[in-house]
């Protein structure tokens, strides 16, 4: 579940598009992030659930969320509105056993038609006034929500899992709160996609409230609940953000994407040099997505959104909407690690809408699913393709080999550091294809590399054994199976 796509293309390089507009998109979306910002401090301290009631914190959030969407994209931004005005009417006139199905094709259309028509029709290329980010976003919501809703009114509860049955919603949603959902100003414009029931505890001043019940505070001498607030870690993302912006400003420029496809690198560099320099310049590809992802984070933070309990050490955390977790990503030591540690809430959508519900080959299926949401460019289906050959092979490496390394630390040790090197080329590898779009360059790309991850990757999964601990159930316990076993 590979996701290498910032939901605004706002920090692509220049090169693929006019100068003066990628400077003009550019300052747009972070003048609208930034006004989020302090409009998101001012709902928190001015429109709080103790002052305001729920339906004036719904219709502010979403006022000013279709205020930043207009100001960033102007016309284009009817998009939004109508594919929200479309589900809408599937969510109040069509049955719960077929809403989730209706909403899903119709949201994945419409998106699908205007990726294609952007591109290829109106020759927009990556673009003059990118909409498609924001209507990303909206589209994850507007699934999620039918498939909860689903999972509400249309199915037993011990069909559940135990994750389905806590996010079911169970009355469906007013139109201001199916508005205030999609539309709200702090995940409009860069996310990143949350849970209607989350959202709906918030606004109505519940979010901190529950998660805080679940923590004994007696027995840490508190005579009632404490109140968190966000401040440290809204300052924590913000001081992240800046130095994403410092990197994005010095290293992304530096070895920008283009260099892939310059004749040094192609014909006379060595193969070594190439991975390198591979690795060097994806390295350089990713400040853009920390910053955006951080901003929008510390945007939902300073709202007083994103809570999500207490941590191990007994600190109040809020990474409950975080789209990635940057240490884990630098030293991830698998494929798997890396990409549940990238965007972070996509790839919870993929697994909540498609991997688990899903009857065949889950992996093939939510690799596509991802590739559709993103976009027609052809790149994204090269990394999409290597991605699931890469995951099964990876996996299949790791079944057979990495019980011999447990035995002592230092076999661990040397496991870690050469699984960490292995990742970061084949993240490099895999994803080159996305930020380079077309399909000339990637060919030539992969040539210049003689392939060699495909053809690896091949060999693991044609000549090793599949082990038997490599097929986990996918399908998540369902109640009834989790009171079965407490019975037991």
């Given at each position: 579940?590979?996701?290498?796509?910032?939901?605004?293309?706002?920090?692509?390089?220049?090169?693929?598009?006019?100068?003066?507009?990628?400077?003009?998109?550019?300052?747009?979306?972070?003048?609208?992030?930034?006004?989020?910002?302090?409009?998101?401090?001012?709902?928190?301290?001015?429109?709080?659930?103790?002052?305001?009631?729920?339906?004036?914190?719904?219709?502010?959030?979403?006022?000013?969320?279709?205020?930043?969407?207009?100001?960033?994209?102007?016309?284009?931004?009817?998009?939004?509105?109508?594919?929200?005005?479309?589900?809408y009417g599937i969510m109040v006139t069509a049955s719960v056993s077929n809403i989730h199905?209706?909403?899903?094709?119709?949201?994945?259309?419409?998106?699908?038609?205007?990726?294609?028509?952007?591109?290829?029709?109106?020759?927009?290329?990556?673009?003059?006034?990118?909409?498609?980010?924001?209507?990303?976003?909206?589209?994850?919501?507007?699934?999620?929500?039918?498939?909860?809703?689903?999972?509400?009114?249309?199915?037993r509860a011990e069909d559940l899992s135990v994750e389905q049955h806590r996010l079911a919603?169970?009355?469906?949603?007013?139109?201001?709160?199916?508005?205030?959902?999609?539309?709200?100003?702090?995940?409009v414009i860069a996310g990143p996609c949350n849970n209607f029931k989350d959202y709906v505890?918030?606004?109505?001043?519940?979010?901190?409230?529950?998660?805080?019940?679940?923590?004994?505070?007696?027995?840490?001498?508190?005579?009632?609940?404490?109140?968190?607030?966000?401040?440290?870690?809204?300052?924590?993302?913000?001081?992240?953000?800046?130095?994403?912006?410092?990197?994005?400003?010095?290293?992304?420029?530096?070895?920008?994407?283009?260099?892939?496809?310059?004749?040094?690198?192609?014909?006379?560099?060595?193969?070594?040099?190439?991975?390198?320099?591979?690795?060097?310049?994806?390295?350089?590809?990713?400040?853009?997505?920390?910053?955006?992802?951080?901003?929008?984070?510390?945007?939902?933070?300073?709202?007083?959104?994103?809570?999500?309990?207490?941590?191990?050490?007994?600190?109040?955390?809020?990474?409950?909407?975080?789209?990635?977790?940057?240490?884990?990503?630098?030293?991830?030591?698998?494929?798997?690690?890396?990409?549940?540690?990238?965007?972070?809430?996509?790839?919870?959508?993929?697994?909540?809408?498609?991997?688990?519900?899903?009857?065949?080959?889950?992996?093939?299926?939510?690799?596509?699913?991802?590739?559709?949401?993103?976009?027609?460019?052809?790149?994204?289906?090269?990394?999409?393709?290597?991605?699931?050959?890469?995951?099964?092979?990876?996996?299949?490496?790791?079944?057979?080999?990495?019980?011999?390394?447990?035995?002592?630390?230092?076999?661990?040790?040397?496991?870690?550091?050469?699984?960490?090197?292995?990742?970061?080329?084949?993240?490099?590898?895999?994803?080159?294809?996305?930020?380079?779009?077309?399909?000339?360059?990637?060919?030539?790309?992969?040539?210049?590399?003689?392939?060699?991850?495909?053809?690896?990757?091949?060999?693991?999964?044609?000549?090793?054994?599949?082990?038997?601990?490599?097929?986990?159930?996918?399908?998540?316990?369902?109640?009834?199976?989790?009171?079965?076993?407490?019975?037991?």
């Open positions: 579940m590979l996701e290498w796509k910032i939901p605004h293309e706002a920090f692509l390089d220049d090169e693929s598009q006019g100068a003066d507009t990628g400077i003009g998109v550019k300052v747009n979306f972070v003048a609208c992030q930034l006004f989020a910002l302090l409009a998101a401090f001012w709902f928190r301290i001015y429109l709080s659930p103790g002052k305001t009631s729920p339906d004036v914190r719904h219709a502010f959030a979403t006022i000013f969320g279709i205020y930043f969407v207009i100001f960033c994209f102007g016309w284009y931004s009817v998009h939004l509105f109508v594919l929200v005005l479309m589900c199905r209706y909403s899903f094709f119709v949201a994945m259309g419409y998106l699908t038609i205007c990726h294609i028509s952007r591109i290829y029709i109106f020759h927009y290329g990556i673009l003059t006034t990118d909409f498609s980010g924001p209507l990303m976003i909206v589209t994850q919501k507007i699934i999620a929500l039918a498939f909860q809703v689903h999972d509400g009114l249309g199915r919603v169970k009355v469906k949603p007013s139109f201001l709160e199916y508005l205030s959902y999609l539309l709200n100003f702090m995940s505890d918030f606004i109505e001043g519940r979010h901190i409230h529950m998660k805080l019940l679940e923590v004994n505070w007696k027995q840490k001498g508190f005579h009632s609940l404490p109140e968190p607030s966000p401040m440290g870690a809204v300052i924590h993302k913000l001081c992240m953000t800046l130095v994403s912006l410092l990197l994005f400003l010095t290293l992304t420029t530096t070895f920008p994407v283009t260099c892939l496809v310059d004749d040094w690198f192609v014909h006379k560099a060595n193969f070594l040099t190439r991975l390198c320099y591979l690795y060097v310049v994806m390295q350089a590809s990713k400040p853009k997505y920390y910053f955006a992802w951080t901003l929008a984070d510390a945007v939902n933070n300073a709202a007083g959104f994103g809570f999500s309990g207490v941590d191990k050490n007994g600190n109040f955390s809020w990474d409950l909407l975080s789209n990635l977790n940057i240490w884990k990503i630098e030293t991830a030591t698998s494929f798997k690690m890396y990409l549940e540690n990238w965007n972070i809430q996509t790839a919870t959508w993929l697994k909540r809408v498609c991997y688990e519900r899903v009857p065949w080959y889950p992996t093939m299926l939510t690799f596509i699913l991802s590739a559709l949401w993103h976009g027609v460019y052809p790149g994204y289906y090269f990394t999409f393709l290597t991605g699931t050959l890469v995951t099964i092979a990876a996996r299949t490496m790791r079944n057979n080999y990495r019980h011999y390394f447990l035995s002592s630390k230092a076999l661990k040790l040397v496991y870690d550091v050469v699984t960490w090197a292995v990742t970061q080329l084949a993240v490099s590898y895999t994803v080159a294809p996305f930020v380079m779009l077309a399909v000339e360059p990637t060919i030539s790309l992969y040539k210049s590399m003689y392939f060699y991850l495909h053809i690896i990757s091949l060999l693991i999964i044609l000549f090793l054994p599949i082990k038997p601990q490599a097929h986990i159930q996918k399908q998540p316990q369902t109640l009834n199976s989790v009171n079965e076993k407490k019975k037991d």
